[in-house]
Nanobody, 121 residues
Framework: QVQLVESGGGLVQAGGSLRLSCSAS????????MGWFRQAPGKEREFVAT????????YYADSIKGRFTISRDNAKNTVYLQMNSLKPEDTAVYYC??????????????WGQGTQVTVSS
């Protein structure tokens, strides 16, 4: 059974930074692409970023490109989301997920419980 546990959320002022972490257990971590999603109040969950199992390839939503960076440490079974230049519209619950499919045909089978990020103006 895969378990994903996010941490690092909190309250930050606009223009500030946060780093989210997601610790994984239960499968060979480096075999799977990982991703971050977010869900703002009253909105659908949306894709933020993903990276391949090796971490060599990364992909981002246009809304956060240039401000957020996804990375992973396979020795620690952890994926990160560095968020810089935060805006109030980045306020959301952020979820990490494990992709049991491929980058081009993802299957987001496992999800964490989410961590709240609130950006004040």
């Amino acid at each position: 059974q895969v378990q994903l546990v996010e941490s690092g959320g909190g309250l930050v002022q606009a223009g500030g930074s946060l780093r989210l972490s997601c610790s994984a257990s239960g499968r060979t971590f480096s075999n799977y692409a990982m991703g971050w999603f977010r869900q703002a109040p009253g909105k659908e969950r949306e894709f933020v970023a993903t990276l391949t199992g090796s971490g060599a390839n990364t992909y981002y939503a246009d809304s956060i490109k240039g401000r957020f960076t996804i990375s992973r440490d396979n020795a620690k079974n952890t994926v990160y989301l560095q968020m810089n230049s935060l805006k109030p519209e980045d306020t959301a619950v952020y979820y990490c997920a494990q992709n049991t499919g491929t980058i081009s045909l993802p299957s987001w089978r496992y999800w964490g419980q989410g961590t709240q990020v609130t950006v004040s103006s």
